[in-house]
């Protein structure tokens, strides 16, 4: 994977660049679609790159490792041939799924034992065989096997779990290094800076992390619980000492507010559930505010959807129709919605390259900011 910065913006540390994998180009900053088990849920393939314009989306080792299996991806050739999907992807390491099974999971050096949410059968994720599991599943971007601790967190919990995904790290390194990709095109695996809400800690792991010299680096362990505030004083933290010429993934988030005040402190990579999740639920996000079109407001509102959107969809469907179909529970509704807050983050992360390149993203953002949390 290649990395160039394209632009700075003067008032922030908002940058705008590009990644070259071997399933294509991503424009940075971007928002990745998660497709936890193969599929962003209600969306096609080819909506997802005609209508919404994903460049990348993002699957999970541990559902993937779980349902299809390892088998079937492997025959297939891996995820991209077994979904149809031949742009760029990242899978996750498993970590996350660590973090969220505490009934269901032991962590120890070795690794991390879990009996599966499917059927409760007993499995073992090590480093080692978190990177074999990535290579058959075949993802552009791989992460590295840690542990995301929750929130609130002790201080010496935080501290010792931080020192074991360093040790991690090495032995995913290692087996990664010492292995080949199984399709005939490279693989890039990225470490992950940890640490909780500590300033110590996370100046400490991303010093770690840097000594590593991947090729990108990525920050977790964020957006479980903690206030927003919180969260951008630890990426403030760490983009400080991450290396300045390769991008900077922040997993799990988030709102847009959220996304916009992380590209101004330098990030260049998002991933979160939270459109297609809050869609499927009857919430929009809007480039005027967030709607909850179950609210009885929109009962007899036949204006579009969002009128300012390019999205053909947006114009066909009024929102007291998608309010119907939210409320009845039709699957048509879970689709429009999902296809509608996709697009809006898509074209927000675009907007925000666009202003960055034109030098004027701070400003932009600043009045972003102010009315994408409006409840409308």
């Not at 993002?58 to 077994?82: C, I, M």
């Not at 959107?309 to 048509?332: G, N, P, W």
């Not at 925000?352 to 900011?369: L, S």
Request: proline share 4%.
């Amino acid at each position: 994977m290649n990395f160039t910065l394209q632009a700075q913006d003067k008032l922030s540390q908002a940058r705008a660049g590009v990644m070259e994998t071997a399933h294509g180009k991503i424009e940075t900053p971007i928002f990745m679609p998660v497709g936890t088990a193969g599929t962003v849920k209600a969306v096609h393939q080819h909506e997802l790159v005609n209508d919404i314009q994903a460049q990348i989306i993002l699957g999970n080792t541990y559902h993937l490792y779980l349902r299809p299996g390892l088998d079937v991806l492997h025959k297939a050739g891996g995820l991209h041939k077994f979904n149809g999907w031949d742009r760029p992807i990242l899978t996750d390491s498993g970590g996350y799924q660590v973090y969220s099974l505490t009934e269901v999971r032991k962590i120890k050096e070795e690794g991390v034992t879990f009996r599966s949410h499917v059927d409760g059968s007993k499995h073992l994720f090590t480093p080692e065989n978190v990177m074999d599991t990535q290579r058959i599943i075949g993802a552009d971007i791989i992460m590295a096997f840690d542990e995301c601790t929750p929130y609130p967190c002790d201080y010496n919990y935080a501290r010792r779990s931080l020192d074991m995904t360093h040790r991690w790290l090495k032995r995913c390194c290692d087996r990664f290094d010492s292995t080949d990709p199984l399709y005939g095109y490279d693989q890039t695996l990225l470490p992950i800076v940890q640490g909780s809400v500590y300033k110590d800690l996370r100046e400490k792991s991303a010093e770690v992390i840097a000594s590593f010299e991947r090729e990108g680096n990525a920050i977790g362990g964020l957006s479980v619980g903690e206030p927003a505030e919180e969260m951008y004083a630890m990426t403030e933290v760490v983009t400080k000492i991450l290396p300045y010429e390769k991008p900077r993934y922040l997993m799990g988030v988030g709102t847009p507010i959220n996304i916009l005040e992380n590209i101004a402190l330098g990030i260049d990579m998002f991933d979160c559930v939270m459109p297609t999740r809050n869609a499927r639920n009857g919430m929009l996000f809007t480039r005027n505010g967030i709607i909850n079109i179950k609210n009885e407001k929109w009962k007899d509102d036949f204006s579009a959807i969002e009128a300012e959107s390019d999205l053909m969809m947006d114009q066909v469907y009024s929102k007291a129709y998608l309010r119907h179909l939210i409320r009845s529970q039709e699957i048509l509704g879970a689709q429009i919605a999902s296809l509608h807050n996709l697009h809006f983050y898509l074209w927000l992360v675009k907007q925000a390259r666009e202003k960055i390149i034109e030098g004027t993203f701070y400003d932009w953002k600043e009045k972003m900011v102010k009315v994408l949390g409006v409840r409308l």
